[in-house]
């Protein structure tokens, strides 16, 4: 059996336990912590509308700067990186961290948290790697990667927004509260994270290969 044959064996049998692969599964974990608080501005080219105007326009009226916080790009890549029993521990395991032991989630942590409108979009990160790291385990084709992160993203963003209007409900909050939270957590955001998230899995491919060459 050549290198080659045994590395592609290894890719599709995924990380075996051990030590390591606990010590993995903890930095992954602390790995959504750090994304959770960090904020990236992606500035970008836009064709802006004072184009079909006639405006005055500057080079600044080319350039949009996004905010992103890359929360959800890092939980594709832990999915990727570790596989679907080990990206869904490590997953828990940061939930179970910021509901019980340390405020670790954006707004805080504790029991309470669960009452919070943007926790449907943490407990959707569980099945948005089972899903995802499913599409994987054949191999990681583009086709595969995008399969995948299209199917992670939509789900955590489906189940963030049926979860938000599910405490929504119960706090009798507005129509236009429901709309506009929606827009702001799940409108443009979701292109960034497609985009972004295929970048972190296409990061996690190469990451999982340097990992087997040294294992």
Request: contains cysteine.
């Amino acid at each position: 059996m050549t290198e080659e044959t045994k590395l592609v064996k290894r890719h599709i049998e995924g990380i075996r336990f051990s030590l390591g692969t606990l010590l993995l599964v903890i930095c992954c974990t602390f790995l959504i912590v750090f994304a959770t608080f960090i904020q990236l501005n992606i500035t970008h080219l836009i064709i802006p509308s004072g184009v079909f105007h006639g405006d005055a326009l500057t080079v600044k009226d080319f350039l949009h700067t996004y905010k992103l916080i890359p929360q959800i790009p890092v939980v594709m890549f832990v999915g990727a990186f570790l596989g679907r029993k080990y990206g869904i521990i490590s997953v828990i395991l940061y939930i179970l961290l910021g509901l019980f032991v340390i405020p670790v989630f954006a707004l805080g942590g504790g029991i309470k948290y669960i009452f919070e409108y943007g926790f449907g979009y943490i407990l959707a990160f569980i099945p948005a790697v089972f899903f995802a790291s499913s599409i994987l385990k054949s191999g990681f084709t583009i086709r595969n990667m995008l399969h995948a992160v299209l199917v992670g993203v939509l789900t955590i963003h489906l189940i963030g927004v049926l979860y938000m209007l599910f405490i929504a409900v119960l706090k009798h909050e507005s129509q236009a509260f429901m709309t506009s939270w929606i827009v702001y957590q799940s409108g443009v955001k979701i292109v960034y994270d497609f985009i972004f998230s295929f970048a972190a899995v296409f990061v996690a491919k190469y990451a999982k290969i340097i990992l087997w060459f040294f294992m």
